[in-house]
């Protein structure tokens, strides 16, 4: 940072295209320390976890003083100095702190987003908040306190001073500010020294500074009056001039005898060669020498995370994923053209077609592998939103969160995060109890939520899980029958539960800005379902609720199996494929409505004929279906009738939906080998068909 800035300085050099990256990593320090915030234990802080808070802030802090945000740098360096505090162990954490320092997180959010938009509004105030942080900061002070006050403590309106003044007085003019003299040097460029006036110019608290003669031209001489630390001066002028460049001193303590700065022992004019301009000696525990070991660790531990990673827009990989799916239908292209080849004759094409085949998919997975990301993501939404929601009812409630390592495709990721919101929302809302109702039930009056993934077969299932009170089940056929639905005291438990889907249905009784309008539960089942997923409810009173997300992993490229109906082909999710055989007439029994039933080894499954299903014309009247293959979906299982199976191979899922329309039992559209268009069987809705 400090040497794009010294470029910038000489040669008017434009930072505005290092703004994305910063965007970016400041995004991800608030992220860290917003988790970091609620995991904190106030009873027993440690010193790594204070730590590391701290960080971020001053990461941002830094980054947005370097490209001139002063808003987000005034206020993560008020958030700076609290945290500074705290780890030094000077007062003791509470949770009005933490309340604060996340209040802050969300503030400095909107205004990163109104400078990387380039908003011309006005911006929110943040002086509330200052004034907070400051009252924080200063309400533990030790009786003796070793080191000066927190730059939050008693903010310092910036002043104009004359571009020439004399030295500043010995004491300072203010209570709790410092008259310090600051010597910067050897530079290269005198605009070093000016971005480091211009500092205290646009960072309102800070402080005032002034020129003071200095005899040597590469040599600049300042006074300054501030409450920060020493610390926090070095860190703010680090990017603009090395910390060795910078000595400290305050104002008028005359140097330790034998002893000077030491940073510059053959520069002419050192200090002590002129009784004038004698600004003292560095102890032994500067902050220079203290904080550089930090610094070279850090600087260690970046490289080595910039070198591991690579930030590639999300369009990038969208096109490289298309560009992998059409590799893939040309590959199957060739290979069904390559197979009424002599293998004796075109011995080396051939082999040459099946490395492809190969590589294309080794390829294929690999780039996939780039689009999938950790449930953790986004199961760290939900800490912050659960503690506000949870404080705003007056409940406790906490969160387990299990298979933060699944992995599912981004484009589901952006989409499932809002449904899951709403679950977890409701969980609270509706499931857990108030904390005096779970003691006279004989619970804990900490609730549990639990967020948990895992993979099953070729899908992924996301779970949201409370330890409430559960679904009512006379309140909701209450509810039901006085909205005119149309119920009985003889459906099953989860006929009923399939109740709260209904549009504008809600069993609360009171709206309130956290749930009770009758909208959320049917968007969450139509989100889910447009993403070919599936969404269950079970429940015990007294004891709780389980919603199950199912979901496929990708929805980009898959392995499927064709089968042919009549001069059709259709496309299979091979994940749920379970068997296939050829059908005894004997064995197949026709019931009650004209429906089939099929025996496989001893148990009856429901008979789908492809052929009515989709109206299938036969031109070949003496050919019939005598193939079955038994699909899965949900543990439930159906017997599909087919013609004959044509064989498995990777598929490119193109959505029929957006180019054409939603078609019922049909989940999308494929590219054969030959050219022409398969579609992708939607299994979930052909076992709901079978079991309706």
Request: hydrophobic share 40%; with cysteine; charged share 25%.
């Amino acid at each position: 940072m400090a040497d794009i800035h010294q470029e910038g300085a000489g040669a008017d050099f434009d930072l505005s295209q290092f703004y994305q990256i910063f965007f970016e990593e400041a995004a991800e320090n608030l992220d860290q320390m917003e988790h970091m915030l609620l995991d904190l234990d106030l009873q027993e802080a440690n010193d790594e976890e204070l730590n590391g808070i701290f960080r971020c802030a001053h990461s941002i802090k830094g980054g947005a003083a370097t490209f001139g945000f002063a808003d987000v740098a005034e206020l993560t360096h008020q958030m700076e100095s609290l945290l500074d505090r705290l780890r030094r162990h000077e007062i003791q954490p509470i949770p009005q702190m933490v309340d604060v320092l996340l209040e802050s997180a969300d503030i400095s959010r909107v205004l990163l987003a109104r400078h990387q938009s380039g908003a011309q509004d006005e911006p929110p105030s943040t002086a509330d908040l200052v004034r907070r942080i400051s009252e924080l900061a200063s309400g533990q002070v030790p009786a003796e306190p070793v080191k000066p006050a927190a730059p939050a403590a008693t903010p310092a309106p910036v002043q104009p001073q004359p571009a020439e003044a004399a030295p500043a007085p010995a004491a300072p003019a203010r209570p709790g500010m410092r008259a310090l003299q600051i010597r910067i040097g050897p530079i290269e460029r005198l605009e070093q020294a000016d971005a480091i006036k211009e500092l205290f110019r646009d960072i309102a608290g800070l402080g005032t500074i002034t020129d003071l003669p200095s005899s040597e031209p590469n040599m600049r001489l300042f006074a300054v009056e501030t409450s920060s630390t020493d610390n926090d001066l070095l860190d703010l002028f680090a990017f603009h001039v090395a910390k060795e460049q910078v000595q400290i001193h305050e104002n008028g303590a005359p140097p330790a005898q034998g002893e000077s700065f030491g940073f510059f022992p053959d520069a002419p004019g050192a200090p002590g060669s002129k009784p004038g301009n004698a600004l003292g000696a560095i102890e032994p525990t500067s902050p220079v020498t203290r904080i550089a070991p930090k610094v070279e660790s850090k600087g260690g531990s970046q490289a080595q995370m910039e070198s591991n990673t690579i930030r590639v827009s999300v369009s990038k990989v969208d096109q490289l994923i298309n560009l992998v799916g059409e590799l893939v239908i040309t590959q199957a292209m060739l290979a069904q053209n390559s197979l009424g080849l002599d293998p004796a004759t075109y011995q080396q094409l051939i082999s040459g077609l099946a490395d492809l085949d190969r590589n294309t998919r080794d390829l294929q997975e690999s780039v996939m592998s780039i689009r999938m990301i950790p449930m953790s993501i986004v199961f760290s939404r939900f800490p912050r939103m659960l503690r506000d929601v949870a404080n705003k009812l007056g409940k406790k409630v906490e969160l387990v969160t299990l298979g933060e390592a699944t992995e599912l495709d981004k484009g589901l990721v952006e989409k499932i995060t809002d449904p899951l919101t709403h679950l977890v929302r409701n969980s609270v809302d509706h499931g857990i109890e108030m904390p005096q109702d779970r003691l006279a039930a004989g619970k804990s009056e900490h609730g549990t939520i639990t967020l948990s993934a895992s993979h099953q077969g070729g899908s992924i299932v996301i779970e949201v899980r409370d330890d409430g009170r559960g679904l009512s089940r006379e309140k909701i056929l209450k509810k039901a029958r006085e909205r005119g639905l149309d119920v009985s005291d003889q459906m099953s438990d989860q006929d009923v539960w399939q109740i709260i889907f209904a549009p504008g249905f809600s069993t609360a009784d009171t709206v309130t800005d956290v749930s009770g309008r009758g909208v959320g539960m049917d968007v969450v089942k139509r989100n889910i379902a447009s993403l070919n997923g599936t969404v269950e409810i079970d429940s015990s009173e007294g004891y709780g609720t389980r919603v199950s997300v199912r979901l496929p992993l990708t929805l980009a490229i898959m392995d499927g199996m064709s089968v042919g109906v009549g001069d059709e082909v259709y496309i299979l999710p091979l994940s749920s494929v379970v068997e296939s055989f050829q059908v005894n007439p004997d064995d197949v029994n026709t019931v009650a409505q004209g429906s089939q039933l099929v025996r496989v080894r001893e148990e009856y499954m429901p008979v789908i004929a492809l052929e009515k299903v989709f109206e299938v014309p036969r031109f070949d009247m003496d050919k019939s279906s005598t193939i079955m293959v038994v699909v899965e979906e949900d543990g439930n299982r159906v017997a599909l009738l087919v013609d004959e199976l044509l064989g498995q191979h990777q598929v490119v899922v193109k959505n029929l939906e957006s180019n054409y329309r939603k078609v019922p039992n049909v989940s999308g559209a494929t590219i054969l080998g030959d050219g022409r268009v398969a579609l992708i069987l939607d299994i979930g809705g052909l076992v709901r068909r079978a079991r309706h």
